[in-house]
């Protein structure tokens, strides 16, 4: 069964880096699309960026190109969201989610994060000015 664990959120002043980490297990293979996706208050989920696991090709959405990477440890089964000069308008709860056994189309998935499949509890990012 597939699981997804989050954690690195926290409060920060704006221009501050936090590091976000997906803990995953549970996969049977490497055709699977990886991302985050997150919620802010009062606002519809976004998706912030993913990943083919098969290639490592990555996507971004507009609003956190050139401030936000991800990237996947091998070795530990763990994807992380390096979030760099962060604004007041990136507080949101950030969700790991997951969509399994496929070949990611991910110019698609990421505007449609609803089509993610598998989630995580998400975790808490806070961002004063």
């Known amino acids: 069964q597939v699981q997804l664990v989050e954690s690195g959120g926290g409060s920060v002043q704006a221009g501050e880096s936090l590091r976000l980490s997906c803990a995953t297990s549970g996969f049977t293979n490497r055709d699977n699309c990886l991302g985050w996706v997150r919620q802010g208050p009062g606002k519809q989920r976004e998706g912030v960026a993913a990943?083919?696991?098969?290639?490592?090709?990555?996507i971004y959405a507009d609003s956190v190109k050139g401030r936000f990477t991800i990237s996947l440890d091998d070795a530990t089964n763990t994807l992380y969201l390096q979030m760099n000069s962060l604004m007041p308008e990136d507080t949101a709860k950030y969700y790991c989610a997951a969509v399994i056994n496929t070949r990611c189309g991910l110019d698609f998935l990421l505007p449609h994060p609803q089509l993610f499949e598998r989630w995580g509890q998400g975790t808490q990012v806070s961002v004063s000015s």
């Open positions: 990943l083919a696991e098969v290639d490592g090709s990555t």
